[in-house]
């Protein structure tokens, strides 16, 4: 990757409605020249959406959202690849890491409901032949999301020399 | 009570800041949206603010030597080498201050008898004025224009000369230009100074934060440290304005002196503070200042980004490669950049700070820090863009 290229990934991850125009300002460039790049981003897949984080609780109701800790035997020659891409097929899965330490997979789901992510877990999850163990946590709150500390009003003074 | 026949008449004189007016106007809007802060607006490096913590578990809340902690001492002495190439003796030619601004009245009140005139460059940062009245002196303001990207010509100094001249305030990168003084510059300026064995009061908080090139000293030209007072501190490279540590260094027989007059008022810098801003280096050395390196990137996008919207919406900018402030004329709008400032107020609730308020070569501008994050430095562009849309061009 061109630092030109990292330099706008880190303007999109800062802020992802950035313009490309504003872009261009930013580091004194083309306006055409920050479009290709941004779509050559795109196409190569290191950019791979834009979204919007939310904080609000209200938003989510009574969403459940739950880490869920998963000790897996790696297949032979496919090692974790395979059943993580299977893991990654349902739509409850948000995120998802293979780890290192006392676990494997770290899932992060979010489910209508309680009963949702029991379904998951019960249904789906222990199906699959190489699970050896799981351990699911519920988030109970957020206090950081995405490098931004949630409600953290900053007590600046609004003018100062 | 009568007091005006008890208050001293150089501190009744001393005019409010006008920035302390605006302040007040700016305070009663809500959701104001303001571009007029002048510190970062990044949090203190955690590994900083982890040290500071640790001292004072340890119980480290005693006094630390007057001079400030010797091991802080030589850690600046390492840094100012390494970073600028300057050469001082931690033992004897440096004391940690609280915050630069300490330094600016150690350095005023070291030379300055009644009388003596102190050579500023206009516009510049609003204490150094009060701060020589205090002890007597006479501020002579210098314009710097434009045209000369507002930095200090050997002309311009020349004819603020007179016999009673005793110290130039050099403080560049300057807030509230953004401007710089290449080595070039510097240089012209040298034989002026030698010529009329004037002190060089150079004020460096902002070194750090130089774009498009690298910050140089007055102090290491040639001939020139044993004649200047080199002020800088933890503010800005940081971002540890609220910790109130800085450092003053300069030749050894100037430093004793100042020594006696910080003793007696200040006895020591904060000692947690101290610790802090120990860390602060010996961490940077670590990394390589990368942190540094990334906070001035991060500034450096901002500048370049507020820089075009605002010559784009007619609001003329040099433009600044220190510091970060954006100095933008608002002449095509309106005469002062008070008027603008209180309009923009009212108009959109956008905070700026009326250039008037850094001397009179400032009027026809507005300060403008970028020291916010790109989010609310975009919606502030949005909501002036709106406001000089809809006035009439006084051009």
């Known amino acids: 990757?061109?630092?030109?290229?990292?330099?706008?990934?880190?303007?999109?991850?800062?802020d992802g409605r950035a313009s490309y125009k504003q872009i261009a300002e930013m580091l004194s460039a083309g306006e055409d020249k920050v479009k290709a790049a941004v779509e050559k981003l795109e196409k190569d897949g290191v950019i791979l959406k834009y979204s919007a984080i939310v904080a609000d609780d209200e938003f989510f109701g009574d969403t459940v959202q739950a880490l869920i800790e998963v000790k897996v035997s790696p297949m032979k020659e496919k090692g974790y690849d395979e059943i993580a891409g299977y893991v990654s097929g349902f739509d409850e899965v948000k995120s998802l890491y293979l780890m290192s330490g006392a676990y494997d997979l770290a899932i992060f789901i979010e489910a209508?409901?309680?009963?949702?992510?029991?379904?998951?877990?019960?249904?789906?999850?222990?199906?699959?032949?190489?699970?050896?163990?799981?351990?699911?946590?519920?988030?109970?709150?957020?206090?950081?999301l995405s490098g931004t500390t949630i409600g953290a009003e900053k007590e600046r003074l609004l003018i100062q020399p | 009570?009568?007091?005006?026949?008890?208050?001293?008449?150089?501190?009744?004189?001393?005019?409010?800041?006008?920035?302390?007016?605006?302040?007040?106007?700016?305070?009663?809007?809500?959701?104001?949206?303001?571009?007029?802060?002048?510190?970062?607006?990044?949090?203190?490096?955690?590994?900083?603010?982890?040290?500071?913590?640790?001292?004072?578990?340890?119980?480290?809340?005693?006094?630390?030597?007057n001079a400030g902690l010797l091991q802080l001492r030589e850690m600046i002495a390492k840094y100012l080498d390494y970073r600028f190439s300057l050469s001082y003796e931690p033992k004897d030619e440096m004391i940690v201050t609280i915050g630069a601004s300490e330094a600016i009245d150690l350095a005023m009140r070291t030379f300055i008898s009644p009388g003596d005139e102190v050579i500023i460059p206009d516009p510049s940062y609003v204490s150094y004025v009060p701060n020589v009245r205090l002890v007597g002196g006479v501020p002579v303001p210098v314009k710097t224009k434009v045209?000369?990207?507002?930095?200090?010509?050997?002309?311009a100094l020349e004819s603020a000369v007179t016999p009673k001249s005793k110290i130039l305030i050099l403080p560049y990168p300057n807030n509230p230009t953004g401007a710089i003084m290449t080595a070039e510059q510097l240089a012209a300026l040298v034989p002026v100074i030698r010529k009329h064995n004037l002190i060089v009061v150079s004020d460096e908080i902002y070194a750090e934060l130089t774009y498009e090139g690298k910050h140089v000293s007055i102090a290491s030209f040639e001939g020139m440290k044993e004649r200047t007072v080199l002020i800088s501190g933890f503010s800005k490279a940081f971002a540890m304005t609220g910790w109130r540590v800085g450092y003053v260094c300069a030749p050894k027989?100037?430093?004793?002196?100042?020594?006696?007059?910080?003793?007696?008022?200040?006895?020591?810098?904060?000692?947690?503070?101290?610790?802090?801003?120990?860390?602060?280096?010996?961490?940077?050395?670590?990394?390589?200042?990368?942190?540094?390196?990334?906070?001035?990137?991060?500034?450096?996008?901002?500048?370049?980004?507020?820089?075009?919207?605002?010559?784009?919406?007619?609001?003329?900018?040099?433009?600044?490669?220190?510091?970060?402030?954006?100095?933008?004329?608002?002449?095509?709008?309106?005469?002062?950049?008070?008027?603008?400032?209180?309009?923009?107020l009212y108009g959109e609730s956008v905070a700026v700070v009326?250039?008037?308020?850094?001397?009179?070569?400032?009027?026809?501008?507005?300060?403008?820090?970028?020291?916010?994050?790109?989010?609310?430095?975009?919606?502030?562009?949005e909501k002036i863009r709106a406001f000089t849309e809809n006035l009439p061009d006084n051009k």
């Open chain 1, 1 to 14: 990757m061109t630092k030109f290229e990292q330099e706008i990934v880190k303007i999109l991850q800062e």
């Open chain 2, 354 to 381: 009326p250039g008037g308020a850094f001397g009179a070569e400032g009027k026809g501008h507005v300060r403008c820090s970028y020291a916010y994050s790109l989010k609310s430095l975009k919606k502030a562009c």
């Open chain 2, 1 to 65: 009570m009568n007091y005006d026949e008890l208050i001293n008449p150089v501190v009744a004189q001393l005019p409010q800041s006008g920035i302390r007016r605006f302040f007040e106007l700016a305070n009663e809007i809500e959701d104001c949206i303001s571009l007029g802060v002048g510190e970062p607006d990044f949090v203190t490096p955690w590994y900083i603010r982890d040290s500071a913590v640790k001292s004072v578990v340890a119980g480290k809340t005693q006094y630390t030597s």
């Open chain 1, 112 to 144: 209508k409901n309680l009963r949702e992510v029991a379904r998951f877990v019960s249904e789906k999850l222990s199906l699959i032949n190489s699970v050896q163990s799981v351990a699911t946590h519920f988030i109970l709150k957020k206090y950081k």
């Open chain 2, 147 to 155: 045209e000369d990207d507002f930095t200090l010509t050997p002309q």
């Open chain 2, 253 to 344: 027989d100037v430093i004793r002196q100042m020594y006696k007059i910080h003793q007696y008022t200040i006895m020591c810098a904060p000692t947690a503070s101290q610790y802090a801003a120990y860390e602060a280096i010996k961490g940077g050395f670590e990394e390589d200042f990368s942190s540094v390196s990334e906070m001035r990137e991060a500034y450096d996008k901002r500048r370049r980004f507020l820089v075009a919207q605002f010559n784009s919406m007619g609001l003329d900018c040099f433009t600044p490669r220190g510091a970060f402030y954006v100095f933008p004329s608002v002449k095509r709008f309106y005469p002062t950049g008070d008027e603008f400032a209180e309009k923009l």
